[in-house]
């Protein structure tokens, strides 16, 4: 059974920064595609940041044009866990953020990447809050 725990969110004042992090336990695919999405009171949930990763385990990164150059993901695979540094963090930036897998159904492009549809597996969340 796949489960993903998020750790690491919190408050933080403007321009400061937080790393989420994404635990998966029974997550063994070898191609698939992970995740971080985020969802705003009164917003629909977006994806802000995801990997595929493929064939010969070349990695694909890819980000929303809202966190472009201030946020990195990134993977430890010895530990099973997905990252997700935040720098320069805005008010705007405020959400409940999910990290999310796939089931392998999944390929590059950041429309599926970051797409929700290709997303079987979430997190419980864990909230971030920016104040200005």
């Known amino acids: 059974q796949v489960q993903l725990v998020e750790f690491g969110g919190g408050s933080v004042q403007a321009g400061g920064s937080l790393r989420l992090s994404c635990a998966a336990s029974?997550?063994?695919?070898?191609?698939?595609?992970m995740g971080w999405f985020r969802q705003a009171p009164g917003k629909e949930r977006e994806g802000i940041a995801g990997?595929?990763?493929?064939?010969?385990?070349?990695?694909?990164?890819y980000y929303a044009n809202a966190v472009r150059g201030r946020f990195t993901i990134s993977q430890d695979n010895d530990k099973n866990t997905m990252y997700l540094q935040m720098n320069s963090l805005k008010p705007e930036d405020t959400a409940m953020y999910y990290c999310a897998a796939s089931s392998g159904d999944c390929r590059e492009g950041s429309d599926i990447v970051l797409g929700l549809p290709y997303y079987n597996y979430w997190g419980q969340g864990t909230q971030v809050t920016v104040s200005s």
């Open positions: 029974g997550y063994t695919y070898s191609r698939y595609c």
């Open positions: 990997l595929y990763t493929g064939d010969r385990r070349i990695t694909y990164y």
